[in-house]
């Protein structure tokens, strides 16, 4: 069974871009979550969906945002980008039966 | 509200040493906790959970940790530390079965000194 699959892996943009990230999850997992992962602030809940609807969602502006798919592949978008938005972005698979999130490899962002 | 704290941003071990990495949490129902790995630039990788099965929890690389719910700990342990062990190491909680955000402490840096 294939593992959560992040893509890009590393991703550059300058300041005031925009920037989308994607993330399948292992198949037939229909709960996905986001994390934001820096030096400062350790690992912070961004958002979690299930079967398309945002469940839970973290402290962030609404400069963050994500969607869910019908196929569960989610994506998240980040609008008019700060340097500090420079960060590790996790994302999570959780399945029905399961307790545990399966990560995947994360996409490193860098905003210069 | 939950939340996790771990003693100790940064633990020395000798190799062969015992390892311990501390974890406390704090919620107000009885949580599933994780404790997880994360090597550079890689994801997290799930060490081992805590479910109500059991106390006493056995995970990979021989990594166990135990539950001590009047101490609301969840402490992580190898008796022997190796080269390999080096890495960042995370406690987490979840409040419910599946479907609810997990909560990280900050980490622990784990170094193993030859």
């Known amino acids: 069974k294939a593992g959560v699959t992040q893509t890009p892996r590393y991703l550059i943009k300058t300041r005031g871009q925009q920037v989308t990230l994607s993330c399948s999850p292992i198949s037939g997992h229909r709960s996905v979550s986001w994390y934001q992962q820096t030096p400062g602030q350790g690992l912070q809940f961004l958002f979690e969906?299930?079967?398309?609807?945002?469940?839970n969602k973290g402290n962030f502006p609404g400069r963050f945002s994500g969607r869910q798919f019908s196929n569960s592949r989610s994506e998240m978008n980040v609008s008019t980008l700060e340097l500090g938005d420079s960060a590790l972005y996790l994302c999570?698979?959780?399945?029905?039966?399961?307790?545990?999130?399966?990560f995947g490899q994360g996409t490193r962002l860098t905003v210069v | 509200a939950q939340s996790v704290t771990q003693l100790g941003s940064h633990v020395s071990v000798s190799e062969g040493a015992l390892v311990l990495l501390r974890c406390n949490y704090s919620s107000s129902v009885p949580p599933y906790l994780f404790w997880y790995v994360q090597y550079p630039n890689q994801g997290l990788q799930l060490l081992l959970k805590?479910?109500?099965?059991?106390?006493l929890v056995k995970g990979i690389n021989g990594f166990e940790a135990e539950f001590k719910k009047s101490e609301t700990s969840f402490h992580l342990t190898k008796p022997s530390a190796h080269m390999s062990d080096a890495a960042e190491y995370f406690c987490?909680?979840?409040?419910?079965?599946?479907?609810?955000?997990?909560?990280f402490g900050p980490g622990t840096s784990l170094s193993v000194i030859p």
């Open positions: 999570a698979s959780t399945g029905r039966g399961n307790t545990e999130a399966f």
């Open positions: 987490a909680v979840r409040r419910s079965a599946s479907y609810d955000k997990v909560i």
């Open positions: 805590y479910t109500s099965a059991a106390t």
């Open positions: 969906y299930f079967s398309e609807t945002q469940r």
